[in-house]
Every structure is written in structure tokens, then in C-alpha cells.
């Protein structure tokens, strides 16, 4: 399995099926973020419905670890032709455990992502969506240049998002 990017203190790495028991810990570990969705508990059916529908829509769904290689989040996100559009990448999931947040674990994340991203010079626009009810979120992904662009807007599950996106036009 090899990884992503790396990072100073986090690299991700692409799932496999060895790496789901794991993959289960960071979501039970990461309840109280579940718990602003309609599904507050998390089983090994919750993670695999993740996981296919991830690889659905061309994904790559990832753990986040230390350089230890301990798993401490998930970072899901397409690198491009997110709904048909090639230039389009799109953010699904951004989850890192409570007792490391608030450390930049989350900001370096998204920064080895959007790099995998950037390698694609068709890519111009990162999409995300954040849930209404998760400020601190709404925070984050404002803080890393993410703006708000539609909603909110009722999903088919129950909750409510803000649209998000990013341009990547003015590449650095």
C-alpha cells in the first residue's frame, strides 16, 4: 500500500481491506461528529456504504496517521471529474479524533490532498459541503479558503449543507 503524501506529522494513505478495523475505530472514535447526522452511531455497514460509495464516484478514501502509522482520521475525496466534470475535485469527508483535533493534524490533511489534487492540471475547483449544524467546520474549511457558495439545501438523509468551494485557477 503505498502512501499518498506525506507530511511533518501526518501522512494519508489509501484504505484496503486490511485497514477497515481500523478505518471503524477513527468513526466510533468520532462519534460526536456522526451524532450532527442522521446516522449518530458508528457500525462496519456504516463504513463499507462510505467506502463503496466513495469508490462509486472515483474516489480515494483515506486514512489519516501519525507518523507512528497509527490511524487517527478519514479524508475522502475525488481528484477530479466530480459528477462528470473533469475540472472539478469534490472533499466527501474530513474526520480527525477529537483528542487530536485542534492541532493542524486536519489543516495538513487537506493540505497533502489538495497537493495530490494540484497534480492534475485539469482540476480548477475543489467542492465540498459542510452541515449546517458544525460551525467549527463551517470555521475550518473557511480558514483554508473555501467559500461558501450555495444553501443551505435539505439532503435526502435529513441534514442540511452549506455548499463549499475552492479555486484552484491561480495555481501556485
Known amino acids: 500500500m503505498a502512501i499518498l503524501t506525506r507530511g511533518k506529522f501526518c501522512g494519508i494513505q489509501p484504505i484496503d481491506r486490511d ?3 481500523a478505518v471503524l475505530g477513527v468513526y466510533r472514535g468520532c462519534e460526536d461528529f456522526l ?3 442522521p446516522e449518530p452511531k458508528a457500525d462496519m455497514a456504516m463504513v463499507l456504504k462510505d467506502l ?17 502509522g497509527r490511524m487517527i482520521g478519514i479524508v475522502d475525496f475525488t481528484p477530479r471529474g466530480f459528477e462528470g466534470q473533469d475540472q472539478v475535485a469534490f472533499v466527501s469527508l ?3 479524533v477529537p483528542s487530536l483535533r485542534g492541532r ?30 458544525n460551525p467549527d467546520a463551517q470555521r475550518f474549511w473557511s480558514r483554508h479558503g473555501y467559500q461558501i457558495t450555495g444553501g443551505p439545501e435539505a ?3 435529513g441534514t442540511t449543507v452549506l455548499g463549499l468551494q475552492k479555486d484552484l485557477s491561480h495555481r501556485v
Open 155 to 157: 439532503q435526502p438523509d
Open 104 to 133: 493542524g493534524i486536519g489543516t495538513e490533511a487537506i493540505g497533502l490532498m489538495e497537493r495530490e489534487i494540484r497534480r492534475d492540471p485539469l482540476v480548477t475547483m475543489i467542492r465540498s459541503a459542510v452541515q449546517m449544524n
Open 94 to 96: 474530513l474526520m480527525i
Open 35 to 37: 451524532a450532527l447526522g
Open 52 to 68: 463503496a460509495r466513495s469508490q462509486q464516484r472515483g474516489g480515494i478514501f483515506c486514512g489519516i496517521h501519525e507518523a507512528t
Open 19 to 21: 485497514s477497515l478495523d
